[in-house]
């Protein structure tokens, strides 16, 4: 099914979505859902820009502009901006030993989807004088963001990024993070979580981890983000599957960007680095579980959790994903119809036999529509147009039944998480919409 294809009712739909982007609209950067996370989050504005972009092309270049006020001068784009102050969220800037920037952000990073956004967003713009304009001056800064993550993420060169923190991983409490995480102490300080004032505790991660995650916070601090320091001290590093494939993917249209733009040496860079990526994923396929995991940089280990994250394999066109339909893929295929079949609504984030699933509880379950978007345009482009059609429409079933939620319970159905979700809306939209 063609992701840009309408069904009955979809107007209300497209009009809803547009709605709750204007409403979450905080002067060009949109928060993800007003109460919950009251800043700008990476990975979700880059997904909340091809929401705009449906009918809103300045405003849509302008979220990226936004989002990038934040990089860090050694070519970080963290995943927090913290553009103006706010007393619902922790950790804020202080926590991170940042508010002195301009503006604050968080010190960490998150899943660099911003290449293969801006190429989408070139490829689909009606004002393509805007759009040449806004790529030129948006391409350098994305490409000083991938040259820091092969720099010093990955000073080995061994074609695999490491990540520091769970959060940069996106899937904060992914099954895939307990045994990594379990060598990580716990904080011992006082704090105060404000999460579970806004959400029902049960569809969030459990104190344990996060008492993990603020030591892990609080040593960064410590370590003055010196990134040596980190590499060598941190008690956690993780090569993440779904953060590497999707840098894999970005790298690929950011070189087509760079080539596009009479950057040839810097597009040459990044098809090496594309190189190295594409041989190093390889050696992330589990033979026991037949798809791609991750896998525990400091233990030397795969880290063998059924995550949804192996899915993403068709968005980065990684070789076990790539062979024509009805010649196996790896036996992917049947890990993906298998885990439908298992799911009643859709593409649970863990599979719903695995020990380690929990239906509301964050990324322990449920099912992410941005997630579901990015696994059906890789099958989309792949030529697996059934397979797609169908995260396709489970997911606008969802959204139509219970609303812009965060996230969905794939055993019933129902809305978890925030509301009024600004990547829910632009999942909506990409596929809903004109």
């Known amino acids: 099914m063609d992701e840009n294809s309408t069904t009955a009712g979809d107007g209300d739909l497209v009009g809803r979505s547009r709605e709750i982007l204007r409403g979450n609209d905080r002067g060009g950067y949109t928060v993800p859902s007003p109460k919950l996370y009251p800043f700008q989050w990476n990975w979700d504005s880059a997904v909340v820009a091809l929401g705009w972009m449906t009918f809103d092309e300045p405003r849509a270049w302008l979220e990226l502009d936004r989002l990038l006020e934040g990089q860090w001068a050694n070519g970080m784009v963290p995943h927090i901006v913290f553009h103006r102050p706010e007393e619902t969220y922790f950790p804020g800037p202080a926590e991170w030993g940042l ?21 989408m967003m070139r490829d689909r713009a009606k004002d393509k004088a805007l759009a040449n304009r806004a790529v030129a001056r ?42 990594p995480l379990a060598s990580v102490p716990p904080a011992t300080r006082a704090y105060t979580r404000r999460d579970t004032g806004h959400v029902d505790p049960a569809q969030r991660p459990q104190s344990a981890d996060y008492d993990r995650f603020v030591r892990l916070m609080d040593l960064f601090r410590e370590l003055d983000y010196d990134p040596k320091r980190i590499h060598s001290e941190c008690p956690y590093r ?36 594309a190189g190295r990526m594409r041989t190093a994923m390889e050696g992330l396929w589990s033979e026991r579980l037949g798809q791609y995991v991750s896998r525990d940089l400091r233990a030397g280990r795969l880290l063998e959790a059924r995550t949804h994250a192996t899915f993403l394999a068709w968005h980065a066109g990684l070789s076990r994903a790539v062979d024509p339909p009805g010649r196996g893929s790896g036996g992917l295929e049947a890990v993906l119809e298998d885990w439908l079949q298992a799911s009643r609504f859709g593409l649970a984030s863990v599979h719903p036999r ?23 345009r890789g099958l989309e482009e792949r030529g697996r147009r059934e397979s797609s ?23 019933t159905g129902e809305g978890c998480g925030g509301g009024d979700f600004s990547w829910t809306a632009a999942v909506a939209l990409l596929w809903a919409g004109p």
């Open 238 to 273: 993780v090569a993440d599957f779904g953060l590497n494939a999707i840098l894999l993917r970005s790298t690929v249209d950011l070189a087509e960007l760079c080539e596009g733009h009479s950057s040839p040496e810097a597009a040459t860079e990044l098809r090496e680095a």
């Open 99 to 119: 508010g002195h920037l301009s503006p604050p952000t968080s010190g960490i990073s998150q899943p660099p989807l911003l290449g293969s956004v801006v190429r």
């Open 138 to 179: 948006l391409v350098p800064r994305i490409f000083d963001w991938h040259r820091w993550w092969f720099r010093d993420r990955d000073p080995e060169r061994s074609g695999l990024v490491a990540s520091f923190h769970p959060w940069e991983s996106g899937m904060d409490n992914s099954p895939a993070w307990d045994a």
């Open 389 to 411: 059609g169908r995260l396709r429409d489970c997911t606008l079933g969802l959204v139509r039944n219970s609303g812009f939620k965060e996230y969905f319970d794939p055993t």
């Open 354 to 376: 695995s020990g380690e699933f929990d239906a509301r509880r964050y990324w322990r379950g449920p099912i992410w529509p941005h997630v579901n978007w990015l696994v059906a």
